[in-house]
Nanobody
Framework: VQLQASGGGLAQAGGSLRLTCTVPETIFSIDIMGWYRQAPGKQREVVAA???????SYVDSVKGRFTISRDMAKNTVYLQMNSLKPEDTAVYYC???????????????WGQGTLVTVSS
């Protein structure tokens, strides 16, 4: 299963970007979908996540600025990023816990990463 992420780019501080991640294949179910990021010289961290029945969680540094949402019918998760700060600069990765077939197990899959650069 290959997740397809898009939407990164360059933004000025205070600006906005929207990331999109889609599971293009026909699969049985998707549980948690989320976004992670990795800044240069730092470890990857979870930014936001959402479960299959709703519910969201955010790292403290993005609360009130980022919003994660999900379109179940399209197997797509979004990350709306507002009030961007230079410290948000990182490669953003989407992640999904997927069960490919009804009798299969849940596995974690990653997108290819999309670069977000915020200039001051």
């Amino acid at each position: 299963v290959q997740l397809q992420a898009s939407g990164g780019g360059l933004a000025q501080a205070g600006g906005s970007l929207r990331l999109t991640c889609t599971v293009p294949e026909t699969i049985f179910s998707i549980d948690i979908m989320g976004w992670y990021r990795q800044a240069p010289g730092k470890q990857r961290e979870v930014v936001a996540a959402t479960g299959r029945i709703g519910g969201t969680s955010y790292v403290d540094s993005v609360k009130g600025r980022f919003t994660i949402s999900r379109d179940m019918a399209k197997n797509t998760v979004y990350l709306q990023m507002n009030s961007l700060k230079p410290e948000d600069t990182a490669v953003y990765y989407c992640n999904a816990v997927i069960r490919a077939t009804a009798k299969g197990d849940d596995y974690s899959y990653w997108g290819q990463g999309t670069l977000v650069t915020v200039s001051s």
